[in-house]
């Protein structure tokens, strides 16, 4: 995440992020560039530019799926925003479950994206918990400085005292006033701008 901040520093944010509007029509969701976005943050920007598309469940999930294999590794927090898009998706299908097959139908949507993971449904549901966690301790997670299974068991700690431990772990005491970032996004000619999920500690 280091060289990623500043690389943004030096030179900005050179390819856009993905984006679709949420569908209750508030906002915007990340499908791609939340690594970027991230970085953006802690480099200070203000705004990113990012590409909205309109995009059902099963097309996010494969737009997700592209761009993490333009990476050589994938990050514990790239794989649960997968792998929630991705149980998402089974369950609004119904029963018209697409690329699932017949006896597969009534299982639960976690056992079904655990299979093809090749990973238990139990550890699908704690890559799950991830999604949970301040960026400040989800950071933590993608660079290995804290372990996959005390960040699930922080996961269920309310986000503000998440940030406590976040700054108590860091020894910084100015995170708390971390604000969500405002994002560009380019919509063909026209550019709108657009906050982005709960980012940071507030």
Avoid: W
Wanted: net charge neutral.
């Amino acid at each position: 995440m280091q060289e990623t901040v500043a690389s943004i520093k030096a030179n900005g944010v050179m390819v856009p992020g993905l984006a679709r509007p949420e569908k209750d029509g508030n906002g915007y969701e990340l499908i791609a560039g939340h690594r970027r976005h991230r970085g953006s943050e802690l480099a200070g920007l203000e705004e990113m530019p990012f590409i909205v598309r309109e995009m059902t469940d099963h097309e996010a999930v494969q737009a997700m799926k592209d761009s993490n294999k333009q990476r050589e590794q994938t990050l514990p927090s790239e794989l649960a925003a997968l792998l929630d898009l991705e149980v998402e998706d089974i369950k609004h299908q119904g029963t018209r479950l697409k690329g699932v097959a017949e006896g597969d139908i009534g299982k639960r949507s976690v056992e079904i994206v655990g299979e093809a993971h090749d990973m238990n449904y139990k550890k699908v549901m704690r890559y799950l918990r991830l999604n949970s966690l301040v960026p400040e301790l989800l950071d933590k997670v993608d660079e290995k400085k804290m372990g996959f299974m005390p960040a699930v068991e922080l996961s269920f700690i309310r986000p503000k005292n998440q940030c406590l431990i976040a700054v108590s772990i860091d020894g910084e005491h100015h995170g708390l006033s971390k604000k969500p970032a405002m994002v560009r996004a380019s919509i063909g000619a026209r550019t709108i701008a657009f906050r982005c999920g709960n980012y940071g500690c507030i």
